[in-house]
């Protein structure tokens, strides 16, 4: 059986991941990145939660995460930082990290409806010429790799994005399509409280 946690929505929401493993007791390390998330969403990650048996992953996956998003990190705003990840996580089609993102966004832009447009097709968004550059090669990287030339970079450029924050921009997109792929490989099911946040 799947493993499931108190935490982890309503009784009888079903099994938190596809793949069976064992609830472990957090760390103490890992106890701290819990108390840390609850302390910034009001509540911890299912993904966290799933993954307490190998604490090294969510704290180095926490670690990095708060890296690239904290803020000061770059010069990046938090809402341009979001729009990548829901960008991403769109595209990708995880259903844990598009509620997440999705919530951040809203948190932070005030705008339930805005955040919703750009979860259903950012392309219809009213962005700022600088946000729809970024959105676009979020977009680009998640969904063409292969394809991703040095010309991409050029409307970064137009936009006046400096190359220290065009790096954060390619690092965040890259952080979330990995996430995004091993959440959606586990099957993670999404918080609840992800997605009634800022509503």
């Known amino acids: 059986m799947a493993t499931s946690h108190p935490d982890d929505g309503a009784p009888g929401d079903g099994p938190m991941s596809w793949v069976r493993i064992a609830p472990a007791t957090p760390s103490p390390e890992l106890q701290k990145v819990f108390e840390a998330t609850r302390a910034r969403l009001g509540y911890v990650r299912n ?10 992953v969510p704290i180095a996956l926490d670690g990095l995460s708060r890296t690239l998003m904290k803020e000061g990190a770059g010069g990046l705003s938090a809402r341009e930082k979001e729009l990548i990840a829901l960008v991403a996580s769109v595209e990708n089609a995880c259903v844990s990290c598009t509620f997440t993102h999705a919530a951040r966004l809203r948190a932070i832009s005030g705008d339930p409806l805005w955040t919703a447009v750009v979860a259903s097709n950012y392309r219809h968004a009213e962005l ?13 990287l998640t969904a063409a790799p292969a394809a991703i030339d040095e010309a991409d970079l050029a409307p970064l450029r137009a936009a006046g994005i400096a190359e220290t924050d065009i790096f954060y921009v390619i690092a965040i997109t890259a952080y979330f399509n990995m996430t995004n792929r091993l959440l959606s490989g586990l099957g993670m099911k999404p918080n609840r409280e992800a997605f009634e946040a800022s509503r």
């Open 47 to 56: 993904s966290q939660i799933f993954m307490a048996g190998m604490p090294e």
């Open 128 to 140: 700022s010429p600088r946000e729809r550059a970024i959105a676009d090669y979020a977009f680009r």
